[in-house]
């Protein structure tokens, strides 16, 4: 009688993926960035993926090979080349799962939160051990305290206009407008749809008027994308105080157009003397790649550059016990890990080790490249 139940079981779910699309267990390419994923889809999802030969394929040892940055083996650390997921599908479903899925969640202080910051961070700032985020809090609070930024409000506005390209759930956006800069308007825009909705949920709502969340499906500097107001409207020539962009998938692997769009639209909108905040852990090669093509190509001046690389693996040492009872309860909370036979127990690992590089937890391969200098954590600000 159990194995005719689970029998029934994964022919529903074969039948439900089937029923909401071709790439219901591809969560490394199946979703779009316009995609919200419910509990039942994430199910869907999850057990597709699971009972699939994907999580298989990236265990296999003609994958532990020498990869960017190093030689790692997936099994261990988690290592994936960009070419094997897309950013749209990824944070499709991680910001799904924050928000539908998971919502609010222990810490290991036994301190409940939902998991907004979706940041690496930096250690050494204001926030107390006992605040689960506060990583990814010091990060957006290290943007707007370089010393150019406090002049600016000082001498220009207090009540500066604010973009941020690349929001994601709009947390930072959400500190800094109720915590540090109250003044401040701030339009955070993201490609995901999922993130936005959250930010619409909790962030940008009545309680906080001065900020907007906007979706931008595509993302600013695809096809043409501009930055849009909250009307739908193009942003005008010369009109924002600060552009914002902290740890997003741009420039990841290289200056390339998609980036050097975005570059221009920063330039449009940026006021003469406006500064262009940019923090992220990157390629060091990306880093020195920047510089020529922001001051020559396009004429900015780098006023400041500070390496927190060193804060940003002292971040993910401390953030351990966190990261690890999250991706503890987030697995446990799809059965297929635990009761699908050998399958369940080897997507279990595979979920773990893409959930852990992807947050760069001790150990996995984006960690051990910021370790290694392949990767550099900085903060750097532009003025036009």
């Known amino acids: 009688m159990a194995f005719v139940k689970v029998l029934v079981g994964v022919a529903l779910v074969v039948a439900v993926a089937m029923y909401i699309g071709p790439n219901a267990g591809d969560l490394l390419k199946g979703y779009s960035s316009d995609v919200v994923l ?19 394929k990236l265990i296999e040892p003609e994958r532990t090979v020498a990869t960017t940055g190093g030689d790692f083996d997936f099994e261990k650390d988690g290592d994936i080349e960009n070419d094997d997921y897309t950013k749209a599908s990824i944070y499709s479903l991680l910001y799904s799962v924050y928000a539908t899925h998971m919502g609010m969640v222990m810490s290991d202080k036994g301190v ?99 900020l907007k969340c906007i979706h931008e499906s595509g993302g600013v500097g695809n096809n043409g994308n501009f930055v849009r107001d909250p009307q739908g409207l193009k942003v005008a020539d010369n009109s924002v105080d600060f552009v914002i962009i902290s740890e997003t998938h741009i420039a990841d692997i290289e200056i390339g157009p998609e980036e050097k769009e975005i570059f221009s639209e920063i330039k449009r909108i940026l006021k003469p003397g406006g500064l262009f905040l940019w923090g992220n852990a990157l390629p060091t090669r990306v880093w020195v790649a920047a510089y020529p093509i922001l ?59 893409l959930i852990k590089n992807f947050y760069r937890h001790p150990g996995t391969a984006c960690y051990l490249k910021m370790v290694t200098g392949y990767d550099s954590y900085l903060h750097e600000a532009y003025k036009k």
């Open 38 to 56: 419910g509990s039942f889809q994430l199910q869907v999802g999850i057990t597709a993926f699971c009972l699939s030969s994907l999580p298989n």
């Open 112 to 210: 409940a939160y939902q998991f907004t910051f979706n940041t690496w961070g930096i250690a050494g700032g204001p926030y107390p051990p006992e605040e689960p985020q506060r990583h990814g809090k010091n990060a957006y609070h290290g943007l707007v305290d370089f010393p150019q930024v406090h002049e600016y409000l000082r001498e220009v506005t207090d009540a500066p206009l604010i973009v941020e390209i690349g929001c994601g759930t709009g947390a930072g956006a959400n500190l800094i407008t109720r915590e540090i800069l109250p003044k401040a308007t701030y339009y955070a825009i993201d490609m995901q749809a999922a993130a936005i909705d959250t930010c619409l949920k909790i962030h940008g709502n009545a309680t906080n008027p001065n």
């Open 295 to 353: 001051t020559d190509e396009f004429g900015f001046e780098r006023v400041a550059s500070i390496n927190h690389t060193q804060n940003a693996i002292i971040a993910r040492d401390e953030d351990t016990p966190r990261v690890n009872a999250y991706v503890s309860q987030l697995l446990d909370r799809f059965p297929v890990t635990t009761w699908g036979g050998s399958r369940g127990k080897t997507c279990g690992l595979v979920l773990d080790r």
